[in-house]
C-alpha cells in the first residue's frame, strides 16, 4: 500500500461541496495526440466515511445550501464518531479489530456532506416494485461476514480478494485508495490499489459514443467503452455478473462515469445509474478524486485468491464448532 495503514487524522478545512465540484473553465493539459491529459495517481481518502445519500437531519436542503461553517461542523462530528466506533469495536471472543481498523483521526481536506447529486434532493431514487423481490446485491462483498463459514464460497468476491466490483473498485476505503490513469490513443486504463486491479477502457474510434456493441460473457467489471465529449472522458459500462451489479441493481445496469479536470490537481468523478428494472428514474453521485504528490507510487496490493487469511477463517471455523 501507498501510505500507512494506521492514519492520525487532524480537524481539517473542508469546502462545502455543490452539484459540480470545481469551475468548467479549467482547460487541461493535452497529450501528444491531443486528448485531454487526466494521467497521474489519484486519491479520494478524504471522502472516506462521506454518505451516500443526504442524511435526514438535512432534509429539504441541498448540497449548495450547506455552508463551509455546518460542513466543518458535520466532518468533525462524523470523524468523531467513526474513530470511537471503531476503536472501541470488539470481534467475537473480545478480539480487537487488527491494527489497520485501529484510527485516532481522519483528515478531510475537501469533503462533502453527501454524494448523491441527482436526484437533487440527493436520496437514491425509490426501488421499483419488483426490485426487493430480487437478491440484491448478489454475493456479499462484506469485508467481516457474519457466516456461515463452511466454504471459500460462502466469503464475498471482496475478502476472497477477487474483485471489489463496480464502483466499489473507486469508492475510499480509508487506505489503499489510490488510482493510476494511464493513456494512449485508443484507450484508458485505471489500476486500482485495492484489489490490484486494472480496467482497460478503449475509445470509440469515432471519436464520440459510436453503435451498442454486441455482449459477450458477462464480466465482474463489466464491458466498458468510453468516448470524449469535449475535455470530458466518458466511461459506458454495461454486461455487469449479476453478482458485481452495481449499488444492488440487476446485470443489465448501465453505468455511465464522467471524469473531467476541474484544477491541476482534481478531477471530478460523476458516476450516474440507470435499471428500469431497480429504481423508479436515473440517480448520480459526484466525488472529486485529488492528484497525489508525484513521489507517491501505487505498490503491490499482495492479496490473492486462496491467502491465508481464507484458510484461517475456515479453519476458526471449524475448532469455534468442536468446541461448542
Known sequence: MSRPAI?????AAVVAGAAGL???SYSPPRTPWGHPDLQGIYSNDDETGTPMERPAQFEGRTLADITPEELQAIVRERNRQFVESVNTAEFAGGLRP?????????ERKNSRAWLVVD?????IPRRTDVAPRRRAGGVSTNVNPRGP?????????????????LPNSMMPAGYGSRYDIAQSPD???????????????????????????????RKYLGDARGWWEGDTLVVETTNFRPETAPQGATGNVVMT??????????VEWRVTFEDPDTWTRPWTFAMPLTRVDSSQQVFEYACHEGNHAMRNILSAARAAETNK
Not at 492514519?7 to 480537524?11: F, K, P, Y
Not at 436526484?119 to 436520496?123: A, I, L, S, V
Not at 463452511?150 to 471489489?164: A, E, F, K, P, V
Open 98 to 106: 487488527p491494527a489497520h481498523l485501529i484510527f485516532d483521526t481522519f
Open 149 to 165: 463459514f463452511n466454504s471459500w464460497l460462502d466469503m464475498g468476491l471482496y475478502d476472497r480478494c477477487i474483485t471489489r466490483g
Open 7 to 11: 492514519l492520525v487524522l487532524v480537524g
Open 22 to 24: 470545481g469551475a468548467q
Open 119 to 123: 436526484p437533487p434532493d440527493g436520496r
Open 257 to 266: 462515469e464522467r471524469f473531467t479536470a476541474v484544477s491541476p490537481s482534481v
Open 187 to 217: 484507450a484508458v486504463v485505471i489500476r486500482y490499489e485495492m484489489i490490484h486491479e486494472a480496467r482497460v477502457i478503449p475509445l470509440e474510434p469515432s471519436g464520440g459514443r459510436g453503435p451498442a456493441r454486441a455482449r459477450g460473457p
